[in-house]
C-alpha cells in the first residue's frame, strides 16, 4: 500500500511544466480532480498530510527551488524531474512543513529515492542537498521584516537561516519578493504596479497561508453542537469560521443545508443587492448567468423565497451537481437551464428582475486557496479573458427587464476586470447602466482566523 508521502510524489510527478500544476485530489475524499484508489484508500489523517504536502509545495515551489538551488552545484533543470519531486518533498519538510524531524524528514525522503527506479543513482546527492538545507539551521523567530538571510510564512513569523541567499530586499526587490514569497516575478511585478509595496509583499504573504474554511448560514441562531469547532465570524454577519478544520460535524451540518460553505466576500454581491431592493419590489424571476456549482445560487434562493432562481452554465455537469445538492437540502425555487437554452427560457418566461453575473476570472484574490493559480496567472490570455467577461456582462444586461438590477462580480483584485470594464459598459451600453454601488475587498492581512475573507469585486446596476 502507498503511504501518504508516495501518494503526494505521485501526484507532483505530473508536474513537469512551472505553469501546469496538477490537478488536486479532493482533502477529503480523495474523489475529484485525481480521485484514484490509491489516494481514496489513505486512512483521513494521512490523506490529510499528503494533502498538506501537495498543496504546499505547489504554494511554496518559488522558495523551494531557491533554496535547493544554493546547494547544487549544476542547474536544478538539469536534474531528472523525480530528483526534482523528491527534493521539493523533503525541502518542504524541512523548511515549512513542521511536525517531521530534520533527521526524518532527510532520512524518509532518501528512503524513497532508494525504492524508486528513476531516482535510485541520485539518493547520495539528494542526502547531500538535504543536509545542506539543515545546515542552513533554519529557525522560527518573530517576523522582523526583509532580509537576505530569512523568509516569512505568516505575519507573526519568519524562518531565519544562517547564510545569505536570497537577492537584496533593498536592490532587487522583485527578485526577492518572488524568492521569498513564491510567486512568479510578473505577478510580484503586476502586484507592485496596482499597489504599495509594503501592499504588495503583505498579499502576496497572504497567499502563502493555509486556508480557512468558512461557512455561511442562512438563519440567525445556528444548533452548531461544540464539537463542530465553530465560531462566529469577527465582521460578517451569520457566518462562521472552521476554526479548527473540517470535520464530521461541519460535514452533517452541510448536507443538512444548516450551513453552506463560501467567503464573506463571495457573499457580499448577494447581500447587498438584497439590502437595495428591501425598500422596492422583490425580485420575481432571477438569473444566475454562470452557475457553476451554484453557491451563489442558493444563496439567492435563500435570499429571495419567492422568487424562481434560473441557474445557467455551459457545464451541465455542474449544473446536475447543483440541482442535486438543492434537492437534497430541500430548496425547490432553483431551475437549471444550460447556456444553451437560455433563450428558449426566456422567450417563455420573459427578462429578468434580477441578473448575477460571476464571472470567470484571474483568481487574483482567492490565490490563498487555489494554490495553482500563481503559476498559471503567467500564461492566462488576459485580452480573452477581458473580452470573455466583458460579453458575459454584456449578455446579463440585456436579459434584464426595464429598471431591473445587475450584479457584476468577480474574485479579482485586477482593476482591467472589475472598475475599469464596468465603466467601459456603462459607457457602451446603449439603454443606459447607472452604477449605485461599487466595492472591491483586498483579502484580509493578518493571522486572525475569526477575521478571515477573501479578496474580490462587485458592482450593482440598475
Known amino acids: 500500500m502507498l503511504t501518504a508521502r508516495d501518494n503526494a510524489l505521485r501526484v507532483l510527478g505530473r508536474w513537469h511544466v512551472l505553469s501546469e500544476p496538477p490537478m488536486l485530489p479532493d482533502r477529503v475524499s480523495g474523489t475529484g480532480g485525481m480521485g484514484d484508489e490509491a489516494w481514496a484508500s489513505l486512512a483521513p489523517r494521512d490523506r490529510a498530510f499528503a494533502f498538506d504536502l501537495v498543496t504546499g509545495v505547489i504554494r511554496w515551489r518559488g522558495l523551494l527551488d531557491h533554496v535547493i538551488a544554493s546547494r547544487l552545484k549544476q542547474p536544478l533543470d538539469s536534474l531528472d524531474h523525480p530528483v ?10 524541512l523548511l515549512l512543513q513542521g511536525g517531521t524531524s530534520d533527521y526524518a524528514a532527510v532520512d524518509t525522503t532518501v528512503d524513497m529515492a532508494k525504492r524508486s527506479k528513476t531516482a535510485a543513482k541520485a539518493s547520495g546527492l539528494i542526502n547531500a542537498v538535504l543536509r545542506g538545507i539543515t545546515r542552513f539551521n533554519p ?13 516569512e510564512i505568516d505575519f507573526a513569523t519568519q524562518v531565519d537561516l544562517n547564510t545569505a541567499i536570497f537577492p537584496d530586499p533593498l536592490t532587487a526587490p522583485t527578485s526577492h519578493l518572488a524568492a521569498t514569497r513564491s510567486h512568479p516575478r510578473m505577478y510580484v511585478d503586476f502586484l507592485r504596479r496596482h499597489f504599495k509595496d509594503d501592499l504588495a509583499a503583505k498579499l502576496l504573504l497572504r497567499n502563502n497561508q493555509r486556508p480557512t474554511i468558512t461557512l455561511r448560514a442562512d438563519a440567525d441562531a445556528v444548533d452548531a453542537p461544540a464539537m463542530a469547532g465553530l465560531v462566529a ?18 460535514d452533517t451540518l452541510v448536507n443538512k443545508g444548516i450551513l453552506s460553505p463560501q467567503d464573506p466576500t463571495s457573499a457580499r454581491p448577494v447581500r447587498a443587492a438584497a439590502e437595495i431592493l428591501t425598500a422596492g419590489t422583490p425580485p420575481k424571476r432571477v438569473l444566475d448567468l454562470c452557475a457553476g456549482l451554484g453557491t451563489k445560487s442558493i444563496q439567492l434562493a435563500r435570499t429571495f423565497p419567492d422568487a424562481l432562481i434560473v441557474s445557467s452554465d455551459t457545464d451541465v455537469a455542474k449544473l446536475s451537481r447543483l440541482m442535486d445538492r438543492a434537492q437534497k437540502i430541500g430548496i425547490k425555487n432553483i431551475r437549471s437551464v ?4 437560455l433563450a428558449s427560457e426566456i422567450e417563455v418566461g420573459g427578462q429578468f428582475d434580477l441578473v448575477l453575473v460571476d464571472v470567470p476570472c484571474s483568481n487574483t484574490g482567492v490565490m490563498g486557496k487555489r494554490v495553482q493559480s500563481r503559476w498559471r496567472w503567467v500564461t492566462l490570455d488576459h485580452v480573452s479573458l477581458h473580452v470573455l467577461q466583458k460579453n ?3 449578455q446579463g444586461a440585456a436579459y434584464l427587464k426595464t429598471g431591473g438590477t445587475l450584479i457584476y ?39 486572525e482566523i475569526a477575521a478571515t475573507n477573501d479578496g474580490g469585486y462587485f458592482a450593482i446596476m440598475q
Do not use: M
Not at 139 to 151: D, H, I, N, Q, T
Not at 233 to 250: C, D, P, T, Y
Open 84 to 93: 526534482q519531486v523528491l527534493l521539493w518533498l523533503g525541502a518542504y519538510q
Open 139 to 151: 529557525a522560527r523567530v518573530p517576523r522582523r521584516g526583509l532580509s537576505r538571510r530569512s523568509f
Open 233 to 250: 465570524h469577527a465582521s460578517a454577519k451569520r457566518f462562521l469560521v472552521a476554526a479548527e478544520g473540517w470535520n464530521q460535524s461541519i
Open 338 to 341: 444550460s447556456a444553451n437554452d
Open 392 to 394: 458575459l456582462l454584456t
Open 409 to 447: 462580480s468577480t474574485c479579482s483584485l485586477d482593476p482591467a476586470e472589475n472598475e475599469k470594464l464596468i465603466e467601459e459598459l456603462a459607457a457602451e451600453f446603449p439603454q443606459g447602466l447607472k452604477v449605485i454601488k461599487e466595492e472591491s475587498t483586498l483579502p484580509s492581512l493578518s493571522d
